[in-house]
């Protein structure tokens, strides 16, 4: 089994810039498809954000050229820097791990608020 643990999250004015880490449990870290997802109050959950093993991403067109996801491997954590956050990406923001096909686990979620 996998345990998440994001953090990072918090209020932040329009326009800036929050860093996310989700740190994850488990030995072949370097294995496992990483990815950030969000849930706003009465919508439902969205991709964020995915990153492979190998390194390669996906964004949503919503954050395109806003969010970058990253890992390091050697500390079993995986980012999204968010920059020019707008009211819109607030949400709670959930860390995902994909070790297999079917096999996926889900961190608790940390909240984002975009306010002034």
């Known amino acids: 089994q996998v345990q998440l643990v994001e953090s990072g999250g918090g209020l932040v004015q329009p326009g800036g810039s929050l860093r996310l880490s989700c740190a994850a449990s488990g030995s072949i870290f370097s294995s496992y498809a990483m990815g950030w997802y969000r849930q706003a109050p009465g919508k439902r959950r969205e991709l964020v954000a995915t990153?492979?093993?190998?390194?390669?991403?996906n964004y949503a067109d919503s954050v395109k050229g806003r969010f970058t996801i990253s890992r390091d491997n050697a500390k079993n954590t995986v980012y999204l820097q968010m920059n020019s956050l707008k009211p819109e990406d607030t949400a709670v923001y959930y860390c995902?791990?994909?070790?297999?096909?079917?096999?996926?686990?889900w961190g608790q979620g940390t909240q984002v608020t975009v306010s002034s």
């Open positions: 995902k791990a994909q070790v297999g096909a079917v096999e996926a686990y």
């Open positions: 990153i492979t093993s190998g390194g390669s991403t």
